[in-house]
């Protein structure tokens, strides 16, 4: 059982709402693989009200995830009404399921909310799957008198990659792909939130730093901590896939990658550079067009072999129809339709 710091180190965790009747929920953001679980346990053994029905630990995860299990559920099966799941690489439409079903959704997830952290004043919240939906986030806690802080978790592309490959045998350009539009979508629709990024190499090769940085960014003017009180989040012999390479990407991604992680790694301590991050999304766009076809291939046969529901396809022969006309395409040497 974690240590956590004692209930004065961090004085509004005990306290039902703020003088103003709102809540505080830290929002740990990032690509799946890149350290948000041990990041969400630190913040937890700081203070912050962990969820009461967190996801069992994993072989991937054997000290666990930090994630609600019943919002992850509600999370997964959103993104399958949208035709969509975790690892796709296309922009996410909501719209697309009706407004009936928005609503929907959005009233379980508010009563997800509450069965997960009940009346804490300051939680902390972690699904790598909310990346793909940050704004329909903000409008949930805009109605729930939640104010988000986010803490955004960063680790080489190389790395991520690498232990995708490990998990569910995704290629590095697909990997890649899919960590470049988790952090930028991100960064773009949080910026005037109170935000800080978290390397996970740093957070790995010297945590107590920035479990101070931490403390502070959740209740401004909390005192020093005394981290005596915090047991370590880390077993060495758990932190895998340590390549922070880029030549296992494609030449033109990973470029982009090794731009898109110096930014954000600059962030770590000044102000994150929109305006280049979004020059730099905007690059991203041309190689995802230009590599559509390959893309949707990866898709659809995760989609057809993946043995996790939330994944598999929800009918396979409409997904084998698409694999083939995109394997048709790419045969043909024809750009994909717009």
């Known amino acids: 059982m974690a240590t956590v710091m004692p209930a004065s180190a961090i004085p509004s965790a005990v ?38 029905d967190p996801n069992p630990p994993a072989p991937d995860n054997p ?19 949208a035709d969509s799941a975790w690892l796709d690489t296309r922009p996410l439409d909501l719209s697309a ?10 009233g379980h997830l508010q009563a997800a909310l ?14 790598p799957r909310i990346c793909r939906f940050v704004p329909f986030y903000r409008d949930l806690f805009g109605g729930m008198g939640i104010d988000p ?26 990997a890649g792909v899919l960590w470049a539009h988790h952090l930028l979508d991100v960064e773009r629709h949080t910026r005037d939130l109170p935000r800080i990024v978290v390397s996970y190499e740093t957070l790995v090769s010297d945590w107590r730093p920035t479990a101070r940085r931490l403390a502070e960014f959740m209740v401004a003017g909390t005192r020093a901590v005394d981290l005596a009180w915090v047991e370590s989040p880390f077993e ?3 932190h895998h896939h340590r390549t922070a390479a880029y030549d296992v990407f494609s030449p033109p991604l990973g470029a982009l990658l090794l731009e898109i992680h110096t930014v954000l790694s600059r962030s770590c301590e000044d102000r994150i550079d929109g305006a280049r991050l979004d020059a730099l999304a905007e690059r991203l766009a041309v190689i995802s067009e230009r ?30 129809r698409l694999l083939a006309a995109a394997l048709e395409r790419l045969h043909r040497a024809e750009p994909a339709p717009r």
Request: charged share 25%.
């Open 114 to 127: 509450d069965r997960s952290f009940g009346t804490a004043g300051l939680f902390v919240l972690k699904d």
């Open 291 to 320: 590599q559509a076809d390959l893309f949707s291939v990866e898709f659809c046969f995760q989609r057809l072999t993946s043995p996790y529901d939330a994944v598999k396809a929800p009918d396979p022969l409409r997904e084998r």
């Open 149 to 174: 802080k986010v803490v955004l978790s960063l680790r080489a592309p190389a790395d991520v990659a690498a232990s995708l490959f490990t998990r569910n045998q995704i290629s590095a350009d697909y």
């Open 236 to 238: 060495a012999a758990l």
């Open 15 to 52: 306290e039902d709402r703020d003088a103003a009747g709102r809540r505080t929920a830290v929002l740990v953001l990032g690509m799946h693989r890149s350290g948000t679980s041990v990041l969400t346990d630190l913040l937890a053994r700081l203070g912050a009200a962990p969820p009461t």
């Open 97 to 106: 399921m009706g407004a009936e079903r928005v609503r929907t959704f959005t």
């Open 63 to 81: 000290r666990g995830y930090w994630e609600p299990a019943g919002l992850v559920r509600l999370h997964d099966q959103m993104l399958s009404a």
